[in-house]
Nanobody
Framework: QVQLVESGGGLVQAGGSLRLSCAAS????????MGWFRQAPGKEREFVAA????????YYADSVKGRFTISRDNAKNTVYLQMNSLKPEDTAVYYC???????????????????WGQGTQVTVSS
C-alpha cells in the first residue's frame, strides 16, 4: 500500500523560505508523477508543482514559478518542495500526491492522483 508522509511545514515571515518533504513508500515509483497541491481556508485545493519520477521533468503553477522548486531523491524515495520568497497568499495546507503517469497533461489535475498524504500546514506572516 502506498504511503505518503509530508513534513517541513511551519510558520515563516514573508520573504522567507521553507522546504517540504514527502516520503513515499509501498511501491516503485519509476512510472509515476509526484505532485504538490495546496488548500487555503475557504478555497479549493490547487495544483502547485509536479515532477515525473523517471527523467525528472517538472511542472509549476504560474503563481509559484521562479519561487518554488520541486525535486526528488531516488535513493530516499522522497520529493521535496523548496519554497523561497514566500508570500502571505502561500499560506495553506500543502499535500503531496502520486499518480501513475499516463499523460503529462494530467500532472496538474487533482483527480488524476491516486494517493495523498495527510498534509502539512504552511503559514506565512506579513
Amino acid at each position: 500500500q502506498v504511503q505518503l508522509v509530508e513534513s517541513g511545514g511551519g510558520l515563516v515571515q514573508a520573504g522567507g523560505s521553507l522546504r517540504l518533504s514527502c516520503a513515499a513508500s509501498g511501491r516503485t515509483f519509476s512510472n509515476y508523477a509526484m505532485g504538490w497541491f495546496r488548500q487555503a481556508p475557504g478555497k479549493e485545493r490547487e495544483f502547485v508543482a509536479a515532477i515525473v519520477w523517471s527523467g525528472g521533468s517538472t511542472y509549476y503553477a504560474d503563481s509559484v514559478k521562479g519561487r518554488f522548486t520541486i525535486s526528488r531523491d531516488n535513493a530516499k524515495n522522497t520529493v521535496y518542495l523548496q519554497m523561497n520568497s514566500l508570500k502571505p497568499e502561500d499560506t495553506a495546507v500543502y499535500y503531496c500526491a502520486v499518480q501513475k503517469l499516463v499523460f503529462t497533461s494530467w500532472v496538474g489535475k487533482e483527480g488524476a492522483y491516486d494517493y495523498w498524504g495527510q498534509g502539512t500546514q504552511v503559514t506565512v506572516s506579513s
